[in-house]
């Protein structure tokens, strides 16, 4: 079932932004002379959730919505002339101040592992709930529900999501996140399965980047190396592909090169074949007798292969983090606004800071 309870008001309710610190921040800037002219929260919530939903508005309209919610009939010249540089700035002050407060809210992590890299980077993607009406135009696998997909990129250790984007709940987490750049180097990029993918993971590495992420049931590399050494009687292993020894491993840890072949897009979309030497990592769970599976490109000269698995629950504890959609840290990278920005655009700003922060 879905739940269609209002819970959006409720959220802006409890957000930052209270009636008496609008009206304050009004009276200081000079939006307003006269309260009982104009109540400048009322003007502030109808713009932010005006713009919110549409993206041309006319002044007209605005006044209509704005006597609707307060029931004060007002000429249409007097709410025209609230439309001034000072109502600028106390957007642009409401959105300032959601970020200073949004500040102290943001999950930072910290561990040992992380020091070898110069960032941790995870992708990762949450689904948002949304009103049955809307299920024709963000379907889920719930024919009955409608659900937004968020896909993040975020930065553990700084505390900030660099980017999103957004689609149905029915598309693919990795369709939204096929190239990346040379802003990775450097950085530890963990993904679940959902991004599971060696093109992705073959361009993080081209970037001087690292990757880990689990491998995917059925996985069957070739094994091209042992790294390390095997007390006791061995399988031998190199040659052959994983699921043909893998019943067979008893031993505590895994650690191999293996070779992966797939397909990469070449210049003027035509497909090429590619090849690549990673690290499998495994950790035998005692209550199963299975094993753990990990693929990155982590060199064992530079992590022991049980703090790779280690280094991978650091992604659990991002996500228990960032469970809400709506994590504060949103804010401090969303929307960029103009070199001027206009009050249409401070208003969709503050909007975007408020969903991210309820």
Not at 28 to 36: A, F, I, M, N, T
Not at 190 to 206: E, P, T, V
Not at 274 to 281: F, G, S
Not at 291 to 309: C, F, Q, R, S, W
Request: charged share 25%; proline share 4%; glycine share 6%.
């Amino acid at each position: 079932m879905c739940g269609t309870e209002p819970t959006t008001i409720a959220r802006i309710i409890a957000s930052p932004l209270s009636d008496d610190w609008l009206n304050r921040q009004a009276r200081q800037l000079g939006v307003v002379k006269r309260q009982r002219t104009v109540e400048a929260s009322a003007l502030m919530w109808v713009l932010v959730l005006a713009f919110s939903h549409h993206k041309n508005l006319a002044i007209a309209a605005l006044q209509r919505t704005y006597a609707r919610r307060t029931g004060h009939n007002i000429s249409y010249s007097t709410f025209y002339d609230r439309f001034t540089p000072a109502l600028k700035a106390l957007l642009k002050q409401a959105v300032l101040h959601v970020t200073d407060h949004c500040k102290t809210l943001i999950p930072h992590f910290d561990h040992p592992l992380l020091n070898a890299f110069t960032r941790l980077t995870v992708i990762d993607s949450t689904l948002i709930g949304l009103h049955p009406s809307l299920r024709k135009v963000y379907p889920s696998t719930n024919d009955n529900c409608a659900k937004l997909k968020i896909h993040a990129v975020y930065l553990a250790t700084m505390g900030l999501f660099d980017r999103f984007k957004f689609s149905d709940g029915l598309t693919h987490d990795r369709k939204k996140f096929k190239r990346v750049g040379p802003s990775l180097k450097g950085s530890m990029v963990l993904m679940d399965l959902g991004y599971w993918c060696f093109h992705l993971q073959w361009l993080i590495a081209q970037n001087e980047a690292y990757f880990l992420t689990r491998a995917k049931t059925g996985f069957n590399p070739l094994i091209t190396a042992v790294h390390g050494t095997v007390r006791g009687a061995s399988i031998d292993v190199v040659g052959k592909r994983l699921q043909e020894v893998l019943s067979r491993l008893k031993r505590q840890v895994i650690d191999f090169e293996v070779e992966v072949e797939f397909e990469k897009e070449a210049r003027g979309g035509k497909r090429a074949k590619q090849t690549a030497k990673w690290r499998l990592v495994g950790i035998l769970n005692k209550e199963t007798g299975e094993h753990h599976l990990y693929l990155t490109n982590i060199g064992p000269d530079e992590m022991e292969a049980k703090l790779v698995a280690e280094l991978y629950r650091e992604r659990w504890q991002v996500e228990r983090s960032c469970s809400r959609p709506s994590n504060p840290a949103c804010v401090l990278t969303s929307c960029r606004p103009q070199t001027r920005p206009s009050p249409r655009c401070w208003s969709g700003r503050l909007c975007f800071d408020l969903s991210s922060v309820s």
